[in-house]
């Protein structure tokens, strides 16, 4: 009974060891403290979430037992009120908001169990499936390509803001002040590219991208790259007769880029102006007008002074990237045909009025953004001096 008790509960006992590691390690050790401290705002901010999450999806019309009553009613039941009433009372709505929130919560806390999908007729976890890491891998391949074109280039756009289109250096002899003037112009040239696409990029929303690309294929007369995989592999398994099917993963990745392309979109955009503006502003600081005067300059300067000092605060803003994209992947999963969470998300809010599909979800949104930004916090305390001068006083 005990192993079976421990069973059901493993969630639970895991953030209870988290917890009791993270104190007694923050007994002697102020940084563990904060680690410590941060990890209980961070449970606490979920309870918040879940109820806010939990209310708001009550507002919303019906509840599972008519849902379930509708059900039976299509396959030729005659149903009665009492029926309704009936069902309400077996699956616990009758019960008060509060006390249901707590049932909810309880359940989440103990064994991460989300609930019953009304309209699935199934679990919250089962229906979910891998849907929701399909989702988590979409953002984070979005993220993490973003961030690779965005840090670069915002920091070639930041070296090249006060620089001018002409080499006018009188030491320079004239073909040297030619070739500097090719190069400089080259710079610039660049850097206004770089400023039309982020505009472009706040300006185009997602899913009409997503719609010009598979407009583009169309006009081509090539096969549309909707879904994961197209028909010929959609049902093909990965491990054949032959072994791994190469060619099926050659297909999913023939699909796979236009998600993450178009979700990352807006994301690239917004960070390379980010980027842009951050070590503009720290390359104005009175630190780097000293790193010059005792002889820094070039690449030196830079990597070691204002794009040294612009990444911590970029990196503390991956949780907020994160649910921005998750924000822009629920209309576009429905224009490309995707089946992840998101789309399963427009289906229990728009079609299906699925409350606690729903409510899953968007607590899991929230878990993650959360978590995210819980680690970060807790990286960059250990990392960077300024930050832990800040939450540790030393």
């Known amino acids: 009974m005990i192993i079976q008790f421990l069973f059901d509960t493993w969630l639970l006992w895991i953030l209870l060891s988290i917890g009791g590691l993270l104190w007694w390690s923050g007994r002697d050790s102020q940084y563990f403290n904060y680690v410590f401290n941060r990890y209980l705002l961070a449970l606490t901010t979920l309870l918040l979430v879940s109820g806010i999450v939990f209310s708001l999806m009550e507002v919303m019309p019906g509840d599972c037992a008519e849902k ?31 006390e249901r929130w707590g049932r909810w919560v309880t359940n ?36 993490m390509c973003s961030y690779i074109i965005a840090v670069p280039f915002g920091i070639f756009s930041a070296f090249t803001i006060n620089k001018p289109w002409t080499e006018t250096n009188p030491q320079y002899s004239k073909p040297q002040q030619l070739l500097g003037t090719v190069m400089l112009s080259l710079q610039k040239v660049l850097d206004l590219l770089l400023r039309i696409i982020s505009y472009l990029g706040l300006a185009l929303p997602n899913f009409l991208l997503a719609l010009t690309i598979i407009l583009l294929y169309v006009f081509a007369g090539e096969p549309m790259p909707t879904g994961l995989f197209s028909e010929e592999w959609r049902n093909v398994p990965w491990f054949g007769d032959n072994g791994f099917e190469v060619d099926k993963l ?123 930004n819980f680690i970060t916090d807790v990286v960059l305390a250990a990392i960077d001096p300024r930050v832990r001068k800040s939450v540790l006083g030393n």
């Open 68 to 98: 379930y009553i509708a059900y039976k009613n299509t396959q030729g039941e005659i149903i009665t009120q009492a029926d309704i009433q009936a069902e309400r009372v077996r699956m616990g709505l009758d019960k008060s908001l509060p």
């Open 108 to 143: 989440l806390t103990l064994r991460g169990d989300l609930g019953f999908s009304c309209a699935k007729r199934q679990t919250v976890n089962l229906a979910l499936g891998d849907r929701f890491w399909m989702s988590f891998m979409f953002c984070m391949a979005a993220l």
């Open 250 to 372: 050659y297909d999913f990745l023939g699909h796979i880029w236009l998600p993450i392309f178009v979700i990352g979109w807006s994301a690239t955009a917004l960070q390379l102006q980010t980027v842009r503006a951050l070590v503009v502003d720290e390359s104005n600081k009175l630190y780097v007008d000293a790193a010059r005067a005792r002889g820094v300059e070039g690449v030196s300067l830079w990597v070691g002074y204002p794009v040294r000092h612009s990444i911590s605060p970029l990196f503390n803003s991956i949780g907020f990237d994160f649910q921005r994209v998750f924000n822009d992947l629920p209309i576009v999963a429905m224009v490309i045909g995707m089946t992840d969470s998101a789309a399963l998300l427009i289906e229990a809010l728009a079609m299906t009025n699925d409350q606690e599909l729903a409510a899953g979800i968007l607590f899991l949104v929230a878990l993650v953004v959360i978590s995210m």
